[in-house]
Nanobody, 124 residues
Framework: QVQVVQSGGGLAQAGGSLTLSCAAS????????TGWFRQSPGKEREFVGG?????LYADSVKGRFTISRDNAKNTVYLQMNSLKPEDTAIYYC????????????????????WGRGTQVTVTT
């Protein structure tokens, strides 16, 4: 079993920054991917970005969001800069072990373990 614990988020003004953290524990092994998804009311959950041996970002956040990893802490960070009101959503961290060799998959159905989500609200 894998546990995924998120932290961070909250309220920011447009143009501001926030950082989310995601710590994975349990039977992850050494090869797993960590992804970030978000969901706003009335919309489907969408891929924001992820990290395995490389990083991948959605076009909507490319150049503004950065994903990094601290292997010693088994923690992945989502640094969000130049925030926009449309970034407002619940952000979820997810871990993928089974499909690690397939690369970073944007479809949420392939990610096995999920954090509880954290609210990010960006005001004008």
């Amino acid at each position: 079993q894998v546990q995924v614990v998120q932290s961070g988020g909250g309220l920011a003004q447009a143009g501001g920054s926030l950082t989310l953290s995601c710590a994975a524990s349990g039977r992850t092994g050494s090869q797993y991917a960590t992804g970030w998804f978000r969901q706003s009311p009335g919309k489907e959950r969408e891929f924001v970005g992820g990290i395995n041996w490389s990083t991948l970002y959605a076009d909507s956040v490319k150049g503004r969001f950065t994903i990094s990893r601290d292997n010693a802490k088994n923690t992945v960070y989502l640094q969000m800069n130049s925030l926009k009101p449309e970034d407002t959503a619940i952000y979820y961290c997810a871990v993928d072990v089974l499909n690690y060799g397939s690369g970073l998959l944007k479809d949420s159905k392939y990610w096995e373990y999920w954090g509880r989500g954290t609210q990010v609200t960006v005001t004008t």
